[in-house]
């Protein structure tokens, strides 16, 4: 019953609803769009069946959308099909479809709507042809499809839509050819070309384009490994040809890249390693050494002459030591330049050339120690021989035959030297004569001089005969009056000691020789007060604590010995708080034996000097040496303060002295300055006076002093109840040059004229180096015979040294001035030595002392150079402008044109 009241209320399109159902099509829209409007139910039915017979039109239209439209369009008809199971999407899915096929198939369009032409015209197979035939085409023919579009809705023109498909396929067909022979190359090749036919046509050749790239890539690195390694080593090729293999299946370019720059790198390594192999055979070629081939050598012989090259360099090291030695001894003896060429550069003739070599070299030796002795002979004899030696060194065989041929003259000059000698010039005649030995001594003079030296030699001869014969006459008078003894030797006087015993007679009537006690005396008295001083000094030393008792032992005994070791340790004594200063820093908590023996050292003045010349080998010492961990703190021994006693001292500080004349005056001046002591300011010692703390820091008022000639104070004469008063104020500490650029300008000038110790010691130490500047450079003034101008250096030098004034710094800067002039003084007096042969020591003050000498035995032409000691008065050290005049004289004296080739 209940299924009848059912269908009584069902609608009366129920059973086609079911009939739809049944037949797959989805009614559930048909359903709600049927009940929305029951009286138009009719009507609706009827769009319901115009829906379904479009849905499934489309379904056809769209179940195959053809291979232009690729993945795509598979895509796109399942999302239909799945659309048009519902009839009434049918029209919106046609639209879409519609503006869809527009683009990716619009043949279908075309040949759809004149369907009933094509059905009309009995052409329904070669419709359906033509539709599976353009389905069928590349979406890179979709363009040329265009061009039909007009034909395809003519049955008629059935012909022409033929031939213009059968030219798109057939163009299709040759690029799907060229696509597959592509790819069967590239299989072979090794390449994974995947589902290459399958593909469309574009992305088909895209990937062929992509991996020929990847074929070219590796079709270079093969070749480069084939044509540039393998010619050195084939198993090494081959190795690197299984590495590339091995990167065709990865399309990373960068792995690809970086096998590149490997390759690369290793053939570049490879032909770098070959030239390098063939210069240095070149190079050998060049030196004379002769190989079996003439040409390089090739890329597969590398290998080989790299394993045996270190063989090959020692025995072409050997060989090139004698090739060279016999290179040196034939281009002098060419006369041997054909014996041993055979063996020459000959490698597997090494030994017999070897043997060659040292009999010629045996020879050279033989020649050079006959040449040698010859000169040695005349050398001890006093000829200068250095242009001999150098020949001899040059060519040995060549100089003995000249020394033979020259042995006649060398035996003159040594007969007029012995000639001169014989002469008596201790009257007269010895410059004259001194000149012409050193002449004949230093240079190689001709037959006119020798005759020359033989006549001057007669000629003094005769004058001395004739002085002696005068100076008898006068003797023999002097016997008859009884003012001389006949029985002195007379004959045994030269002629000076002959004038001063007969002058001597005639004014007092006694003998040069009648006492010798007054000499004895006085060297007595200058004894004993050598010994006291020393005595005084040791004594001064030992009240400060340093140790002296053996020197004071020692002074009885040999004072002449302790007065050298005083003088000797006194400037280590005086920079006695320097050298603590250098040794307090270094870590002496590593070595604690050393630093207890090194405490005990410094109170012996003797051990000073040597342990200040051993602090590099100290610092080097505890290097080496581990710490400890223990607290070690190193204190150096200090010697007593000096007690100031009630002796009234100068109002300041600075010594004000007379402005030295001439050079000895400058050297005691500086020397004076240089032994100053260092004045410090000692804490003021309290003998029964208490101050107050509130009081301590308070200046000491200055008292003027009337000035006194000489105070004597006893110890003894002061009471010792009363409070003792100062009655001097306290001289000023000196204060130290502050200013970098002084001591730059010092040191400049120190090396200038080549005094590197003394410019170390200022570098290092500033201000503590002057007095020792000082002392260096007076030691150098008033000596000669020298250049004056060196002298007047000197003396300038010691005036512009730093004195803490104001006017240090444009001082400094006339001394660096000066030592940038020395460079052509240099160089002449350099040019001087070697033309009279001697030798420049690159020293400036010796090479002036050296050239000082050789100009007064041999002077030069023209204006005789100033050899005597400098007593030009100059400025003091504070007159600026006055010393930066004679600055610039000293200078221009300094760089004196040059006259026919020869300056001063």
């Not at 009614?27 to 929305?36: G, P, R």
């Amino acid at each position: 019953m209940d299924d009848d009241k059912d269908d009584e209320n069902r609608p009366w399109y129920h059973d086609r609803l079911m009939d739809l159902e049944h037949e797959g099509w989805n009614i559930v829209s048909i359903e709600d769009f049927l009940s929305e409007e029951e009286e138009l139910v009719t009507e609706r039915w009827l769009y319901v069946d115009f829906a379904v017979e479009l849905a499934q039109e489309l379904l056809e239209r769209t179940g195959y959308l053809g291979d232009a439209a690729s993945q795509r369009a598979v895509e796109q008809s399942e999302v239909w099909e799945e659309e048009l199971r519902d009839p009434m999407n049918a029209e919106r899915v046609l639209e879409e479809y519609s503006a869809w096929a527009k683009d990716w198939r619009p043949w279908e369009v075309i040949l759809n709507s004149a369907l009933e032409d094509w059905r009309e015209a009995g052409r329904e197979e070669s419709y359906a042809s033509f539709m599976a035939r353009f389905d069928a085409l590349d979406i890179s023919s979709l363009p040329s499809t265009l061009i039909l579009s007009p034909l395809l809705s003519n049955p008629e023109a059935i012909a022409e839509i033929d031939d213009a498909l059968s030219t798109l396929e057939t163009d299709e067909q040759r690029q799907r050819t060229a696509i597959s022979k592509a790819g069967t190359m590239l299989t072979e090749a090794g390449f994974d070309v995947g589902e290459l036919e399958k593909m469309p046509i574009i992305e088909a050749l895209n990937w062929v384009s992509q991996l020929h790239d990847l074929h070219d890539l590796h079709e270079d690195l093969r070749l480069l490994i084939v044509e540039q390694i393998a010619l050195f080593d084939p198993k090494l090729a081959a190795h690197h040809e299984e590495r590339r293999k091995a990167l065709i299946h990865q399309t990373s370019n960068a792995e690809l890249r970086n096998f590149r720059l490997q390759m690369d790198a290793i053939a570049d390594n490879l032909h770098q390693r070959l030239a390098n192999i063939n210069d240095l055979l070149n190079r050998w070629r060049e030196k004379g050494i002769r190989f079996p081939h003439a040409d390089s050598i090739r890329p597969i012989e590398l290998l080989e002459w790299e394993t045996n090259l270190p063989e090959i360099e020692a025995s072409i090291h050997i060989h090139m030591n004698a090739l060279e030695r016999w290179n040196q001894i034939t281009a002098l003896w060419g006369d041997e330049a054909n014996s041993g060429a055979q063996y020459a550069g000959v490698l597997e003739d090494t030994e017999q050339f070897i043997d060659h070599v040292d009999h010629l070299d045996q020879r050279w030796k033989q020649y050079e120690l006959e040449a040698m002795m010859i000169i040695e002979r005349y050398e001890s004899r006093g000829i200068v021989m250095g242009d001999w030696s150098e020949e001899i060194l040059r060519d040995p065989r060549s100089a003995l035959q000249q020394l033979k041929n020259n042995e006649q003259r060398f035996q003159s000059r040594l007969a007029c030297i012995d000639d001169l000698l014989s002469i008596d010039t201790s009257f007269e005649g010895e410059e004259e004569v001194l000149s012409r030995i050193a002449v004949l001594k230093e240079i190689d003079v001709d037959a006119d001089v020798l005759e020359n030296t033989r006549e001057l030699v007669e000629t003094l001869a005769k004058r001395g005969a004739r002085h002696r014969i005068m100076l008898d006459r006068d003797w023999r008078e002097l016997v008859a009056q009884g003012k001389a003894d006949e029985s002195m030797p007379t004959a045994s006087f030269n002629l000076r000691e002959y004038e001063d015993e007969i002058g001597l007679l005639r004014r007092f009537g006694t003998s040069l020789s009648s006492s010798t006690d007054g000499n004895s005396i006085i060297a007595g008295d200058i004894h004993e007060r050598l010994k006291n001083r020393t005595r005084q000094e040791l004594a001064s030393l030992e009240s400060l604590g340093w140790s002296v008792s053996q020197l004071l032992r020692e002074v009885e005994s040999d004072v002449v010995s302790t007065a050298q070791k005083i003088h000797s340790f006194r400037p280590h004594v005086a920079a006695y708080a320097q050298l603590v200063r250098r040794l307090t820093p270094l870590p002496w908590d590593r070595d604690i034996e050393l630093a207890l023996e090194v405490q005990e050292q410094l109170k012996d003045p003797t051990q000073l000097g040597p342990l200040s010349e051993k602090i590099p080998l100290l610092v080097k010492h505890l290097a080496t040496k581990k710490s400890d961990g223990g607290s070690f703190a190193f204190e150096a021994w200090q010697p007593a303060p000096i007690r100031q006693t009630l002796v009234p001292v100068p109002e300041s500080f600075e010594r004000h002295t007379m402005v030295p004349k001439d050079a000895l005056g400058d050297a005691h001046e500086a020397i004076l300055e240089a032994m100053e002591p260092e004045v410090s300011t000692p804490e003021p010692e309290s003998e029964g006076i208490e101050e107050e703390d509130d009081k301590a820091s308070e200046p000491i008022d200055k008292i003027e002093l009337e000035p006194v000639e000489e105070v004597h104070v006893e110890e003894t004469q002061i009471d010792e109840n009363l409070p003792a008063k100062r009655i001097m104020k306290e001289p000023e500490p000196l204060e130290h040059v502050s200013n970098p650029i002084v001591y730059s300008n010092v040191i400049q000038f120190l090396e200038a004229i080549d005094l590197d110790d003394v410019a170390d010691d200022v570098s290092m130490n500033g201000a503590d180096a002057l007095p020792n500047v000082r002392r260096k450079l007076a030691k150098h003034v008033g000596i000669e015979p020298r250049d004056m101008r060196v002298d007047r250096m000197l003396r300038l030098a010691l005036r512009l040294l730093p004195q803490s004034k104001p006017t240090d710094v444009s001082n400094s800067e006339l001394l660096a001035k000066i030592g940038g002039n020395t460079k052509p003084m240099k160089r002449w007096m350099r040019a001087r030595l070697e033309n009279r042969h001697s030798g420049s020591n690159d020293v400036f003050l010796d090479d002036a002392l050296n050239l000082g000498k050789a100009l007064q035995r041999i002077p030069g032409p023209g204006y005789q150079l100033p050899l005597g000691v400098d007593e030009y008065e100059l400025p003091n050290s504070s007159e600026t402008e006055q010393l930066e005049f004679e600055v610039e004289q000293l200078i221009a004296l300094m760089n004196l044109p040059s006259a026919g080739g020869i300056i001063a």
